[in-house]
């Protein structure tokens, strides 16, 4: 079975810090897909990125970066010199097979000026 | 470029009444699904449709109806509302069910039940 844990429920950071939101997840397929998505204070949910298993490469967009390790399960999201547009509730979510996306309970980021 | 459109983005219900949350996408995907968001749970699914005609249950189903006469449209419907029902809706669109299709949103209703 399929599972997302987001351990950090609540994370407050002052603007400018680095800031790291973890993510663990189980299967038991070899093939899988993770994401990340956004969700301001406005509601919407935004995508951020997607990654499938065979491809361990760390990613990096702007400030955003993410680092992929099969060995520990985790797909962990790092903000560099977080900003107060950086708040959020952050998501973490697992896509298998034919199944549809498990997501973790998500991370509330606030970043304080 | 509309993409997903959820409407209402906000509902009031007395206990017991029923009411259709409309959801329509304009990208021709197959997949389509509805998440309620609650504290601290994330987003659990509740009905999906992997085409027009064909609706299958997820995670937490009761209480909920569901169905696909159309490829752009899946409306969820809450035939006798509780207030164990109040939360935010989603309903989001993908272009097949694989996993590696991201998923598109709408803007959300949220719903309160009295």
């Known amino acids: 079975a399929q599972k997302v844990t987001q351990a950090q429920t609540e994370i407050s950071v002052v603007e400018k810090e680095d800031v790291t939101l973890d993510c663990v997840y189980e299967?038991?397929?070899?093939?899988?897909?993770l994401f990340w998505y956004k969700q301001p204070p406005s509601g919407e949910l935004v995508f951020l990125i997607r990654?499938?298993?065979?491809?361990?490469q760390n990613e990096i967009s702007g400030r955003y970066s993410w680092n992929f390790q099969k060995s520990t399960s985790s797909f962990n999201f790092t903000i560099t010199a977080s900003q107060v547009v950086d708040s959020a509730v952050y998501f973490c979510?697992?896509?298998?097979?034919?199944?549809?996306?498990?997501f973790g309970a998500g991370t509330r980021l606030t970043v304080k000026p | 470029n509309a993409g997903v459109t959820q409407t209402p983005k906000f509902q009031v219900l007395k206990t017991g009444q029923s009411m259709t949350l409309q959801c329509a996408q304009d990208?021709?995907?197959?997949?389509m699904s509805w998440y309620r968001q609650d504290p601290g749970m994330g987003l659990r699914l509740i009905h999906y449709?992997?085409?027009?005609?064909?609706?299958d249950q997820g995670e937490v189903p009761n209480g909920y109806n569901v169905s696909r006469s159309t490829t752009e449209d899946f409306p969820l419907r809450l035939l006798s509302a509780a207030p164990s029902q109040t939360s935010v809706y989603f309903c989001?669109?993908?272009?097949?069910?694989?996993?590696?299709?991201?998923?598109?949103f709408g803007q959300g209703t949220r719903l309160t039940v009295v």
């Open positions: 449709s992997v085409g027009a005609g064909i609706t």
């Open positions: 990654r499938n298993s065979f491809d361990e």
């Open positions: 989001a669109s993908r272009p097949h069910l694989a996993a590696s299709s991201e998923a598109f």
């Open positions: 990208m021709n995907h197959e997949y």
């Open positions: 979510a697992l896509s298998e097979g034919a199944n549809d996306m498990r």
């Open positions: 299967t038991r397929d070899t093939t899988y897909y």
